[in-house]
């Protein structure tokens, strides 16, 4: 069983940036794609961004241009760049690995990590 652990989150000013980590127990299969999903309070789990193990991504329109997802393959780590904060961007982070990139359904899941923005 591959566990995924997330960090990086905390509170900041808007148009700040953070880095999130999502760190795996043991080697991702580099044929799985990584991913990154965020629930809001009140709101459904959505896709952030997604990168298959040939580094092609895709993001959600409400981060294109904001946010810059990377994997480390030798590290077992992907990584969600996000700058120009808002406060819209508040919530728990989750990161995903697997086959997910084009279904949406992923084979394991992190414990998620918070990310709050202030006005």
């Known amino acids: 069983q591959v566990q995924l652990v997330e960090s990086g989150g905390g509170l900041v000013q808007a148009g700040g940036s953070l880095r999130l980590s999502c760190a795996a127990s043991?080697?991702?299969?580099?044929?799985?794609?990584m991913a990154w999903y965020r629930r809001a309070p009140g709101k459904q789990r959505e896709l952030v961004a997604a990168?298959?193990?040939?580094?092609?991504?895709k993001y959600a329109d409400s981060v294109k241009g904001r946010a810059t997802i990377s994997r480390d393959n030798a590290n077992n780590t992907v990584y969600l760049q996000m700058n120009s904060l808002k406060p819209e961007d508040t919530a728990a982070y989750y990161c995903?690995?697997?086959?997910?990139?084009?279904?949406?359904?992923?084979?394991?899941w992190g414990q998620g990590t918070q990310v709050t923005v202030s006005s």
């Open positions: 995903a690995a697997g086959n997910g990139y084009y279904s949406g359904r992923w084979d394991y």
């Open positions: 990168i298959t193990s040939f580094g092609i991504t």
């Open positions: 043991r080697t991702i299969s580099r044929a799985n794609a």
